[in-house]
Structure formats: structure tokens, C-alpha cells
């Protein structure tokens, strides 16, 4: 690879990162961050990010909008796949059921998965089908703000 392609995809990541934390996500880098943000009461979504251009033109902007709704989880969490790879293999292992899918979301309660819309529901949507498939998921297991 050349230093050119290396200096973009680094800009590339930092910028996917970014989006998430503006959004109000934080940022699982470890898999020790992964089991205290998984052990808290509540429930938790996980946006598992990427590179791919379903990520950056569906998921993330559907992980920003969703959150503006009556019921929301109690917390937001994201791992990258790719980069941060052991905190997601840590995150993936509470996934039970779903194969590896980037990028995803997943919403747990108490620790526990609930659902999963994976790479398969997102790639070939818009981000608002993406929002209401997050809504309706809140709707069932999430408390209103």
C-alpha cells in the first residue's frame, strides 16, 4: 500500500469515529471497555461501525437519527469492526444467534441480546427505513425519556 492510500483510510476511520461520537455514542475500544459498558442495568445499543459505504450513507446517520425519538436506550455504545477488532470480537460474543455483521446495531437489555438488524437489513435501505426499524425495536424494549 502506498503512504498516500494509509494517510487516507486513516482519515477515513478517524472521520467514521468521529460521526459516532458526535452523535453521542461512546467509543469501545477494549474488550474491558466492552464488558463494563454491557454490564451497566438498562439497555444498551450497539452500533457496530465500518468502512464500507453502507456505513457512512445508511448506518451511521440512521445511529444519529433514530436516537431523537420518545423512547431511546439508556445508553449508546460503538465498536469498529476492522480496527478495533478484539472489542468487537468481545461485543460480538454477546450476539448469540446473529453471524459477524458490520455494520449492525444490536439492543441489549441488562447485558442480554434483544435484537439485531444486521448488514443485510441496512445494505440497499435509506437511513430512514433504517431509523424505523431502530424505533420499532425501541418501541419494545425501551423506556420513554
Avoid: W
Amino acid at each position: 500500500m502506498s503512504m498516500d492510500f494509509n494517510i487516507f483510510m486513516n482519515d477515513v476511520v478517524r472521520q467514521a469515529r468521529q460521526e459516532m461520537i458526535d452523535a453521542g455514542y461512546e467509543e469501545l475500544k477494549t474488550p474491558e471497555d466492552v464488558e463494563k459498558a454491557f454490564a451497566r442495568k438498562g439497555t444498551t445499543l450497539v452500533m457496530i461501525n465500518s468502512v464500507c459505504g453502507c456505513a457512512g450513507g445508511i448506518a451511521r446517520p440512521a445511529a444519529a437519527h433514530s436516537i431523537h425519538y420518545d423512547k431511546r436506550p439508556d445508553y449508546l455504545v460503538t465498536v469498529f469492526a476492522g480496527q478495533d477488532k478484539e472489542a468487537t470480537a468481545a461485543a460480538r460474543s454477546y450476539f448469540t444467534g446473529y453471524p459477524p455483521s458490520s455494520p449492525s446495531f444490536a439492543l441489549l437489555k441488562d447485558g442480554k441480546i434483544c435484537s439485531m438488524i444486521e448488514r443485510h437489513e441496512i445494505e440497499g435501505s435509506d437511513p430512514a427505513t433504517v431509523v424505523a426499524k431502530l424505533q420499532q425495536e425501541f418501541d419494545k424494549y425501551c423506556e420513554e425519556i
